[in-house]
């Protein structure tokens, strides 16, 4: 069964470091998505993604955040400037007929 | 933002008993989902309701969406260890934004 998959499942960074999280949709996906979890809260919509252009962001997803679809495959988040309360689980999605399918995560822990 | 309160937060049990879960909004959605989440992994989509009042059926765990669409429960029969986790409810509109609940962390015991 086709799954969502996301590289790397952890990453260690220094506060003030880029790092890009790395997800492969389900191939015939339309709408994708980027979700964060802090340790013991809720899953946090982060930002929608559709025909190659962000759709929705919350406002969470501020100007260090950035997503791209460099390829046919790939769909990145991109933290410019790696803050401690950035650390989090990283969760990708990606949706067809409203049904959403999420990654194992990523999870990112910023020193 | 649009808030989906899930009760209870936790709830731990014995195995074999019946339980409640409940997802509680001011706000109307057109399509209502739960997930159940282990710790260190993404949430598991169990089961999609679209239509007020409807109720749907997953082995021993029932689904049902509030006639307003504003709110959804889901009941667990017989519960058994395997089905400890967190249970979130997840609200979308007509765009592609979708609002977690706070969750409920289940327990059973053995």
């Known amino acids: 069964e086709p799954e969502v998959t996301q590289t790397p499942s952890h990453q260690v960074t220094q506060m003030g470091q880029e790092v890009i999280l790395r997800c492969v949709p389900i191939s015939n996906h339309l709408y994708f998505y980027w979700y964060r979890q802090i340790l013991g809260q809720k899953v946090e919509f982060l930002v929608s993604?559709?025909?190659?252009?962000?759709?929705?962001k919350s406002e969470i997803f501020d100007d260090q955040f950035s997503v791209e679809r460099p390829d046919g495959s790939n769909f990145t988040l991109k933290i410019r400037s790696t803050k401690l309360e950035d650390s989090a689980m990283y969760f990708c999605?990606?949706?067809?007929?409203?049904?959403?399918?999420f990654g194992p995560g990523t999870r990112l822990l910023v020193l | 933002t649009q808030l989906l309160e899930q009760s209870p937060q936790f709830l731990s049990i014995q195995e074999g008993e019946n339980l409640t879960v409940y997802c509680n909004s001011s706000?109307?959605?057109?399509?209502l989902q739960w997930y159940r989440q282990e710790p260190g992994e993404g949430p598991v989509l169990l089961v999609t309701?679209?239509?007020?009042?409807e109720v749907k059926k997953l082995k021993r765990l029932t689904f049902q969406f509030g006639d307003a669409r504003k709110d959804s429960s889901l009941h667990i029969t017989a519960a058994q260890p395997g089905d400890t986790g967190l249970y979130l409810c997840a609200g979308s509109n007509t765009g592609n934004q979708f609002y977690f609940g706070t969750g409920t962390s289940l327990t059973v015991i053995p």
């Open positions: 999605a990606s949706t067809r007929d409203r049904i959403q399918y």
């Open positions: 309701v679209v239509t007020g009042g």
């Open positions: 993604f559709y025909n190659n252009e962000i759709s929705e």
């Open positions: 706000s109307v959605f057109s399509s």
